[in-house]
């Protein structure tokens, strides 16, 4: 079984990115299963169903999406291997751009939208630095130039990359996924695999339920910013 | 190459490799102190600060490389060039075979017409993937005589189509100037300011009323940003094929649009219903049922009924203009005989 990672910012349409992706991964009757993760709440188990592929959907609560996606993607792996899946797509949650979910010797998508700005590329760490496959989403919607400036900051920020437009609504490019996604190395298990980047790490009192605000309830990893009078005014 | 690159000072690299500018002052290397070698920063820079920046040493020092190959790639690599793109027919909705052989040279300006739903993006999208027998239509896409190697059609972004339509705009927040010369940096072109004063004089010679360098984008009309997206795409996009989707109302000159691209050798396919834009054009296919079910060339009566739509057309915008100032429609201009 082959294991696609797509990871990606909210609302950038990673949902109909895998589901389009799907119907042509499954043509001529390979299987395919999708692992959905998210934070609070989804509707896109629904979506996955009725676009008839078999799905698990987990919800992160209150923990770290992205912590709790590395803690249960080797168990969803041997759910989809029992289900006799030949390609599962796990899509991730995508909260903080500094978290990535990609893992050595797994193909790893990221979904970005080109409506968020030329700039965006550049902003978002691993996610999108570390991924083989960069998917650009919308950009039916914007010009023709900001497309290309897009696409050119996306491989400035990811060099290795192969960069695809896709269109969600036509499933414009879907072909072009499903060529590296049929690439993608058969996996037996995840075991002792690496992240491709360290998480963040998460050990102060707000991790852990504080919801006090004041000094003396900061404790543990505490980072300060520094506020400076602005030049050129008087304090 | 690499261990030379990263034995220079900071500024030193950016000034040579400006595409590494941006990765160099994210990293915070440049704030050190831009005259000391990259290697030496990055081997005495501490981890947390790495960490930060969502790297770890040896990551930097691949993605450097990777850079510097990717935009000496981008340099050396030839524009793609396209004598003929040939599309072979595949099947109609119904299964039925297509009978297509069309051969699109440089120049060429093709309309595309059929109703809505009868599949006329999707012999877009045929084009644009360079389809080989693989997509619902079953189509096939020769280039320059022959089917694509994997590599061109995979390889990373494809530039094949650049499109212009109705439903695009400018969503990024920055002035017209300074946009059209970012997208110059991206395109490498060796005069950029020279090269974003054209394409602004260009846009401004397609549309009603001018705009300048400082207008933001996001303040332009709809002509206005129609006659920036063709001028930007004839003179900055790399694309050799030139889609337009559904421009009859956008207010830009539509000959003068066609003819600037068609200076540029690219390949013009246009989705009409609009008679005088529809005319301008070489040949039109006519699509039904997920097929090209005729290909008509512009035939010499149809050039003339074309100069006497533009004589119609013309009236027509001198009555808008007369609206615009103010003015009542009390006379009608000479309305040309039909030929």
């Keep these: 079984m082959r294991l696609i990672i797509v990871a990606g910012p909210p609302s950038v349409g990673k949902t109909s990115v895998i589901v389009r992706t799907a119907a042509v991964l499954g043509q001529g ?6 692992l959905k993760f998210d934070a609070l709440a989804t509707d896109d188990d629904t979506v996955y169903r009725a676009a008839g592929l078999p ?19 080797d168990d969803g792996l041997a759910w989809g291997k029992g289900q006799g899946f030949d390609f599962l797509i796990a899509e991730s949650a995508g909260l903080c751009n500094r978290c990535s979910p990609h893992l050595h010797g ?19 760490g691993p996610m999108l630095r570390l991924a083989d ?24 920020a990811n060099p290795r ?8 609504i036509t499933g414009q490019g879907a072909g072009d996924l499903a060529f590296h996604a049929r690439l993608a190395q058969p ?38 910013m520094s506020f400076e009078t602005p030049a050129g005014e008087s304090a | 190459m690499i261990d030379r690159v990263l034995d220079l000072g900071v500024a030193e690299i950016a000034g040579r490799h400006p595409s590494l500018a941006g990765f160099l002052a994210g990293l915070g290397a440049w704030d050190d102190d831009p005259e000391q070698p990259f290697a030496g920063w990055l081997a005495a820079v501490e981890d947390a600060r790495l960490f930060d920046m969502g790297m770890e040493r040896a990551q930097v020092t691949a993605h450097v490389g990777a850079l510097l190959r990717q935009v000496t790639q981008w340099q050396n690599a030839p524009a793609p060039v396209i004598h003929a793109l040939c599309v072979r027919g595949g099947r109609d909705k119904a299964g039925r075979p297509e009978t297509l052989d069309l051969i699109l040279r440089p120049g060429d300006v093709v309309c595309l017409v059929g109703p809505t739903g009868a599949g006329k993006s999707r012999l877009l999208a045929d084009i644009e993937c360079l389809a080989q027998g693989d997509t619902p239509s079953g189509r096939h896409v020769l280039v320059n005589g022959a089917p694509p190697d994997p590599a061109l059609r995979f390889a990373s972004p494809r530039t094949l ?20 010369t970012m997208h110059a940096e991206c395109r490498m072109v060796p005069d950029v300011e020279a090269r974003v004063r054209e394409v602004i004089a260009c846009a401004n010679a397609l549309a009603g009323e001018p705009f300048t360098p400082e207008t933001a984008l ?60 529809a005319l301008l054009g070489g040949r039109r296919l006519v699509i039904q049922q997920g097929a090209v079910a005729a290909v008509i060339e512009t035939s010499e009566r149809e050039r003339t009924c074309l100069a006497a739509l533009a004589q119609v057309d013309q009236g027509l915008m001198g009555l808008r203009e007369r609206l615009r100032h103010g003015g009542r429609i009390e006379a009608l201009p000479a309305w040309p005989a039909p030929p």
């Design chain 1, 29 to 34: 009757g390979p299987r395919v299963g999708v």
């Design chain 1, 55 to 73: 799905v698990v959907a987990g919800l992160s609560g209150s923990l770290c999406p992205d912590h709790f996606f590395v803690s249960n993607i």
């Design chain 1, 106 to 124: 797994v193909l790893g998508v990221c979904v970005v939208d080109a409506l968020s700005g030329v700039h965006t590329p550049r902003k978002i």
């Design chain 1, 133 to 156: 496959v960069v998917v650009i989403t919308k950009g039916d919607i914007v010009s023709q130039a900001e497309r290309e400036v897009f696409a050119y900051n996306v491989r400035l």
């Design chain 1, 161 to 168: 990359a192969a960069v695809l437009f896709f269109n969600g």
């Design chain 1, 187 to 224: 996996q037996d298990s995840l075991e002792g695999r690496r992240l491709r980047f360290s998480m963040p790490s998460a050990v102060c009192p707000y991790c852990v339920g504080e919801t006090t605000v004041g000094r003396e309830h900061q404790r543990g990893a505490v980072r300060k």
């Design chain 2, 161 to 180: 189509i650049a499109q212009v339509s109705q439903t695009m705009s400018f969503v990024v927040d920055l002035g017209v100037g300074a946009f059209i």
């Design chain 2, 218 to 277: 996001t303040q332009l009309s709809g002509g206005q940003s129609r006659a920036l997206m063709i001028a930007d795409t004839a003179l900055l996009s790399a694309s050799p094929v030139v889609l337009i989707d559904e421009i009859e109302n956008a207010g830009i000159d539509r000959q003068k649009a066609l003819d600037l691209l068609v200076a540029r050798d690219k390949i013009v396919l246009i989705s009409t219903h609009d008679p005088l834009l």
